[in-house]
């Protein structure tokens, strides 16, 4: 099976910025798609940003849009967030998660019941 591990979280200021990285194992890396999802206090986990197998593929949520950038590196079997002028609203616990095989379309990745495998997650605080 697919672990996850998720590290880079932390407390930052609102205007900052911070890099969460995810490392994978336990499967061929580049026959997953990677998500990130994150979940605030009292509130239902939400979709952050994806990457397909080939990278081609990154959508992402319009309240991130502009703001994250998801990558990945195939040779190391990692996938990353960079995370820039954070808001407080981005406080979350954020969650790395992988799915097998490919979609047609880059719309099917931000559906979280298609995702199988899911790290333990990292806490991100945004101060204002």
């Known amino acids: 099976q697919v672990q996850l591990v998720e590290s880079g979280g932390g407390s930052v200021q609102a205007g900052g910025s911070l890099r969460l990285s995810c490392a994978a194992s336990g499967g061929t890396f580049g026959n997953l798609g990677l998500g990130w999802f994150r979940q605030a206090p009292g509130k239902e986990r939400e979709f952050v940003a994806a990457?397909?197998?080939?990278?081609?593929?990154?959508p992402y949520a319009d309240s991130v849009k502009g703001r994250f950038t998801i990558s990945r590196d195939n040779a190391k079997n990692m996938v990353y967030l960079q995370m820039n002028s954070l808001k407080p609203e981005d406080t979350a616990v954020y969650f790395c998660?992988?799915?097998?095989?490919?979609?047609?379309?880059?719309?099917?990745?931000?559906?979280?019941?298609?995702?199988?495998?899911w790290g333990q997650g990292t806490r991100v605080t945004v101060s204002s």
């Open positions: 998660a992988a799915l097998l095989g490919g979609y047609p379309s880059t719309g099917f990745y931000i559906t979280e019941a298609l995702y199988k495998y």
């Open positions: 990457i397909t197998r080939n990278g081609a593929g990154t």
